[in-house]
């Protein structure tokens, strides 16, 4: 109970890296509005040290364990409303907790950028209505303008309708204003309506839905719309698990809610976002970090008010507010993209279960390649497993062949016989695909004569060459430096460059296809903001062509037209350090691969790997992804990996190397002080990270792993406190990172 006359004691989550809440008296001079709008989830503008800091209110009482007296004052409140609550706030504390991260920098992540700073407020929206003149007539009174017609149909079925709205409907603003001239019609503003509105499930559709084929009816008839479960959708590359997507929001949309999809880049898959356009006649908005910041807070208020009823963004749009969501999805769950590596390290993915669950909606979760966690959870029943073993329409699966580099002649690094199979394809017409993850020309620049290679001053790592300009660059940290004319360490003046990048290949499929075009789709290519839309574009002109890329390539792209894949280079990840590096490299094969043979056309797809033989290779070939994944679990769970364990690393880096490992030597210390080690929990390390020195610092690695989440929680806790008493700490940069997916 809290009593008016006396002191108002707020408790605010700010945004510091503090594990602490913090208490400020209510504004001074607090009008009775002012009072009235004080409930969690506002922001206040407060006084913090010598700054002003925007927090979130999280409690009001008369109490706090300081003297009231000393308590300050907040300067001000900044919302009418709360603009965090419900799931969105219970998310965020799940989030705060469960990645041992403070909530006020939690929350402030949350909110578009925009109202992280206290002169950020809520746009307004935009109503239309018809008049009572305007209700009074009928269709026929618009016999000459059809525009104006739709548009008062538009607003007889519907009034009041939001601008957005009428936007999906495709009504336009030249015809709304006629009607306003004739007082026919009429507009208002309103901020925040959340409440107000309530969703319309009138015209729905803009164009009717596919027949799904039977195992994809089979999926969607699998789904449950009224309670929680967790789906994963496991359908090969062009089974059609858009269109089971495309299924089950209308049916959410059809009940009156939204849906929130979660894709990996939005950029590298326009497609997606022009599929969901061409089917629903709803407001659609996006969320993504090319979203410029203005547009971004009006999305964002677009899905509070629940006025766009598609959602569609990428890891950051899980916090999205949606006060009518009936549906998440995530698409290619397995990225890695959804994990952030910064910050608040939080699984976009693993938080989506959550926020289903707390709004007891279904998630889909859908991939040809499900990340090894995922497919545990299926294959144990804690998910309903929807499987799609077959392509869609009359494509079918690509032919899979392996090329044993050891038997080929090779020019700059693709093997005789794949180009052959190039020039087969483009003869024919059809289109070609090559793989290779490298950017630049070549990874070393090296002396023959004395063994120097190019190395990034700041990091442990060699420069790329790149020749489009000629320049050498650390993809690591950024430095770029120009090529040295002779080698710096015995003047030899002929330096070399050593294997391939994208850029090699494309100078090399260039030479070797004069006729043809070769287009490279890699970071450095497509940098303008359209770039990939307008590839699509052409590639769909059908002309035939080489596409040279990176991963780039591998992200759910449609292009029909495209009939070989040749993966330059395997070997990497058979090789990698990383626990993961095996399952990814499976991951990425199979997504390229599934870029070929989408139509009508059958697809090929030629592996070049020295390791041919590889047993997880040739199981990936021959028994497809899911039996490659079982044998995975199955290492797994000998090696008591996750998912059969449950880690955090403890990450530390300095422009010492002494600071950053002693921090982790104490930490460790403090670990096994906390919760001696057994079988529920072991330390490893401290360890150098693979890369030890990077952005001229020195980076080392505390590892932590468990034998169930409550452990680590339990310990995360007590030791995440303890470490900030270090005086070391706060030399340091120090993080923890939960469930890491990046080992290095
Ligand atoms: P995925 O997302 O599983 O890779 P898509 O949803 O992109 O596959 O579908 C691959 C292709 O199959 C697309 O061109 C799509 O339009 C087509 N398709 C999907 N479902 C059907 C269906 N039921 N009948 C005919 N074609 C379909
Ligand atoms: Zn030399
Ligand atoms: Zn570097």
Known sequence: MIIPDQPLVLTLALPTPLYRHFEYLAPANLSIDGRKALRPGVRLEVPFGKQTLVGILL??????????????????????????????LALCQFAADYYQHPLGEVMMSALPQKLRASDGILPQTTYWQL???????????????????????????????????????????????????????????????????????????????????????????????????????????????????????????????????LVPEIGLTPQTVARFAARFAVPITQLHSSVAKGARLENWHAAQTGQARIIIGTRLAVFAPAPHLGIIIVDEEHDASFKQQEGLRYNARDLAIVRAKHNNIPLLIGSATPSLESLYNALNGRYQHLRITERAGSASAPTVQRIDMRKQTQHCGIAQASLDAIGATVERGEQALVFINRRGFAPSYICQSCGWSAACKFCDARMTLHSKPRKLHCHHCGNQSHTPS???????????????????????LQTSFSQHEVIRVDQDSMQRKNAMAELTTQLNEGKPCLLVGTQMLAKGHHFPNVTLVVI????????????????????????????????????????????PEHPMLEQLVTEGYHNFAQSLLAQRKQSLMPPFSFMALLRAEAKHPDSARSLLTHAAQLARDIMPPSDNCSYLGPIPAFMERRNDRFRFQLQLQFSNRQARSQLLKTLILEVDKLPLSKRVRWSIDVDPQDMG
């Open 131 to 261: 008049t009572t003149k305007g209700k009074g007539l009928n269709a026929s009174n618009f016999k000459r303008s059809p525009k104006q017609q739709s548009a008062w149909q538009a607003l007889l079925a519907q009034s009041p309708i939001t601008e957005p709205a009428l936007g999906a409907l495709n009504i336009d603003k030249p015809a709304l204003r006629q009607l306003h001239k004739k007082d026919l019609a009429e507009s208002f503003q309103q901020t925040n309506p959340a409440a107000a509105n309530t969703p319309s499930t009138h015209a729905i559709l803009k164009e009717p839905p596919r027949t799904l084929n039977t195992e994809q009816q089979a999926a969607f008839n699998a789904l449950t719309f009224d309670a929680f479960e967790c789906n994963l959708l496991e359908g090969i590359t062009g089974s059609g698990k858009t269109e089971v997507y495309l299924h089950a929001i209308e049916h959410v949309l059809q009940a009156g809610q939204q849906a929130l999809v």
């Open 486 to 508: 002779q080698c710096p360490s015995c003047y030899n003046p002929a330096l070399t460059a050593l294997g391939q990048g994208t850029e090699r290949a494309e100078d090399m």
């Open 568 to 611: 330059v280079d395997t070997d990497q990840g058979l090789m990698s350090g990383d626990f993961r590096g095996i399952e990814r490299m499976g991951q990425l094969i199979v997504q390229v691969a599934g870029r070929a043979g989408r139509e009508e056309k059958p697809g090929t797809v030629l592996i070049q790997s020295y390791r």
């Open 59 to 88: 409690s009001i009482s008369n109490h706090s364990t300081y003297p009231i007296h000393k308590l300050k004052p907040a300067n001000k409140v900044l919302d009418n409303a709360p603009i965090i609550t419900g799931d969105v």
